[in-house]
């Protein structure tokens, strides 16, 4: 559904993506992992239509994006992005945000069926009991179900979302992966996410896009790409890949630097040895 | 059904009687004090006493005045505060007051009032035109308003207008002196009965408009980047919203010069009272501007009467030290 075709992106004049391929079908689940800077959340924006592309094109069902009105993309493409801070607003205003792309030109109040959605879609989130309480009062995990929520109620097809699970504890993130795990399984929907943690990703993504310098390493299943060769070229530093224990998913352990000079110095003793 | 109707129509019900009590107080108060009971048989009556003439044709022309303008800065106020995102922005930030003064300061000293009244609001809202076109230009490049620049541009022209007011007055004789000092203090003496229509059409005609934009307001205050998530097609929305605010606060600044305070402190308290929610915030806020100004006003008129007090004084010593008390009692629930 998703076609992004030799994608050039950047701020200014300095490109940060270049020259970006991939393709997201219905019902997939999509993990954009890379290090900092790699250009991931770019990508992101670029997908949501925040910063212009350069070069190149991203199409929603092989019509180009940037053709689509404004309205009717927020009704198939929702956004879950990092640091809102919204004051003022109680849950339930908060989720109603999601139904403003459904609003005629002189329509100032929801409707029957924009309620409807609004409270399906916090049920869904389990933030119904909520609704009164304001936003800014609230812990990070319940905020990120709250946006979550508001995306819903966009009823989209694709959503997009950037680090859902940044900051908060691993209830939390289990949680919320869960919870995106449900939505992608129950309701078909397609899901493309930046993700840090490169163990989430291999738990839950049925693809993964490494990202590495503003263009893809290499896409794959997450058993193809989160292999110690792949994972320690593209972000410099040494890891074990081993399979998680319940799941059979791959499990990426890191070492410490002291670590490794302890077993360069075995390995040179042995040289020695030899 | 939207629960936020029946908000909203309750609370504009509310402001609806405190604006009919505020101006009713308005009318009755003053040098010459007339019962409210006279203020209904004069109604009745018609033309013809001087207590009529003092009710209708120099109190009620003020407070609808009143209400105008303190409407159209506190809904100057709340549409800024909305766009910038910032609890800091006024009416009176941008440089359009600024461009307004300095219009009416160069009327003030070329005596071109003297040919016609008309030409000093005239003047104001040319010089206020004058700088939303500067800081549109300036901010216009490739399409796109960029909300720090326009914030900052808007600044730095208050700065330069306010410095060119300074050489003005220093260049001219006392006389005309005084008369650009009292016109920036602000007042809501206005004789001329064309001009309080003008004001009174079209600060409502742009209340109309600006509640186009109360959905776009609502997404706006999340951020800009929400906004578009939200399909808002946010650089339409930020430069009507941009033209909406100046004009209003060239209209109010032309006709009854800086009345300070009423587009900051208003939008504010308003907020602490209903919420966020713009599709309210909005209607509540231009009819507490009305109110609160015409209350000002009234004071101003009364303290010293016979003399009356630059209203500006009235709206900063209120409104100040209502806020200073609203926001300390806030902090300590």
């Known amino acids: 559904m998703l076609k992004v075709e030799n994608l050039i992106c950047g701020y200014e004049k300095k490109a940060i993506l270049s020259d970006v391929s991939f393709q997201v079908d219905k019902g997939e689940f999509v993990g954009i992992i890379g290090p900092n800077g790699s250009g991931k959340t770019t990508l992101l924006r670029a997908l949501s239509r925040i910063i212009e592309p350069s070069g190149g094109m991203i199409s929603l069902y092989g019509k180009d994006m940037r053709q689509i009105h404004p309205k009717l993309l927020a009704r198939s493409v929702s956004v879950v992005s990092q640091n809102i801070s919204p004051e003022n607003f109680t849950v339930e205003e908060f989720v109603s945000l999601g139904r403003l792309p459904y609003y005629g030109a002189f329509q100032f109040f929801g409707t029957k069926k924009d309620y409807q959605a609004v409270h399906a879609a916090m049920e869904l989130t389990g933030v119904e009991a909520l609704g009164e309480r304001f936003l800014e009062k609230m812990s990070g995990g319940e905020k990120q179900l709250v946006f979550i929520a508001r995306a819903l109620a966009q009823e989209p097809e694709l ?60 896409i794959g299943q997450p058993r193809e790409i989160l292999n110690y060769r792949d994972i320690e070229e593209v972000y410099g530093t040494r890891v074990v890949v081993v399979e998680n224990p319940v799941s059979g998913k791959p499990y990426v352990v890191l070492v410490p630097g002291e670590c490794r000079e302890e077993e360069q110095a075995q390995g040179h003793k042995k040289g020695g040895g030899n | 059904m939207d629960r936020k109707i029946n908000r909203l129509v309750l609370v504009l019900s509310v402001l609806a009687a405190m604006l009919f009590c505020a101006a009713v107080f308005s009318l009755c108060v003053g040098s010459a004090g007339i019962p409210l009971k006279r203020v209904f048989q004069l109604f009745f009556e018609g033309r013809g006493s001087t207590e009529y003439n003092i009710v209708f044709d120099i109190r009620f022309p003020r407070i609808l005045l009143g209400f105008a303008v303190g409407g159209a800065l506190a809904l100057a106020g709340v549409i800024l505060q909305g766009v910038f995102r910032n609890p800091l922005v006024e009416p009176y930030t941008l440089g359009v007051s600024g461009g307004a003064a300095l219009g009416a300061s160069l009327n003030i000293v070329f005596k071109l009032y003297r040919s016609s009244v008309l030409t000093l609001p005239l003047f104001g809202f040319i010089g206020a035109f004058f700088i939303i076109i500067v800081l549109y230009l300036l901010n216009m490049r490739k399409g796109t308003i960029k909300l720090q620049w326009l914030l900052l541009n808007g600044v730095m022209i208050s700065f330069i207008s306010s410095s060119l007011i300074m050489l003005i007055m220093s260049l001219s004789r006392a006389e005309d002196m005084h008369g650009i000092i009292f016109w920036i203090m602000g007042s809501l003496d206005e004789p001329n009965w064309f001009i309080i229509k003008v004001t009174v059409v079209m600060s409502i005609a742009l209340l109309a408009v600006s509640y186009l934009f109360c959905l776009d307001l609502n997404a706006f205050s999340l951020g800009e980047e929400e906004a578009m998530h939200l399909g808002v097609r946010t650089e339409k929305s930020k430069r009507m919203l941009f033209i909406a605010a100046s004009l209003l606060t060239g209209l109010s600044v032309a006709v009854a010069g800086m009345i300070g305070f009423v587009g900051l402190v208003v939008p504010h308290f308003v907020k602490m009272l209903t919420g966020g929610d713009h599709r309210v915030l909005i209607p509540a806020s231009f009819l507490s501007g009305g109110i609160f100004l015409i209350f000002c006003d009234t004071l101003a008129r009364v303290v010293i009467a016979p003399m009356e007090l630059p209203v500006g004084v009235i709206t900063g010593i209120l409104g100040g030290s209502f806020f200073v008390y609203a926001l300390a009692k806030r902090r300590s629930v």
């Open chain 1, 159 to 218: 959503i997009l979302l950037d680090e859902p699970t940044a900051h908060l504890d691993i209830a939390h993130q289990v949680n919320i992966m869960d919870l995106i795990r449900k939505l992608n399984r129950d309701f078909g929907l397609t899901v493309v996410m930046v993700l840090h943690d490169l163990n989430l990703a291999g738990e839950y993504c049925h693809k993964l896009l490494l990202v590495n310098n503003g263009s893809i390493h290499k």
